[in-house]
């Protein structure tokens, strides 16, 4: 898609965009940065993009686009996100040694040729207490639950909307019942779900 010159998921860009003009905007993984530069656009002054991608490759590419876009928004980290801080096995490469590009995820365990070991930090611990985050955005295959778990401070002081892949009902269940347990007083509920991504808003 993104070779052929299309833009991933424009509407959520967009909706992610107009959100940056009340705060910071955590967006991730990055992949190769193809929302940076619609975002760091749209950040309002004195406002940030914090990013993260772990795969090596991807982090490459992704340190690419900032540069090749003069991108000065944007903070990006080369490190995955989880409930705590550690080390994980991320799966890069399937048994054939095709790279899994996007598809990365974290996995039990470790295979010579298709894993890599990566540092997980949590987002309370990437992103600084004192800035006001407006939107949370993750796509990190499977990773999504443990990464709200590790941002509990920054949910809790401010309240942002919270975007994640979960087409499926079932799926957008298993958030509801985190935040009801993580966040009671915020109300969290589902507004929307938009090109695959669900669009959880608080009501406090």
Known sequence: MLVDGDVYEPETQEYLADLSKSGDIVCGGAFVGDFLPRLDKAARPGGLVHTFEPNPISLAATQYTIALNGLKNCILHGCGIGAAPGKLNLEIAKPNGSAM?????????SVTGQTVEVSIQTLDQLIAEDRTISAIQLDIEGSELDAIKGAARMIGQNSP???????????????????ETMFPKHGYRLDNVMERNAIFLPTV
């Open 101 to 109: 590009a996007a598809r990365a995820r974290i996995v039990p365990e």
């Open 161 to 179: 909307v919270i975007i994640v892949e979960a087409e499926k009902p079932r799926h957008q269940r298993k958030y509801l019942a985190l935040f």
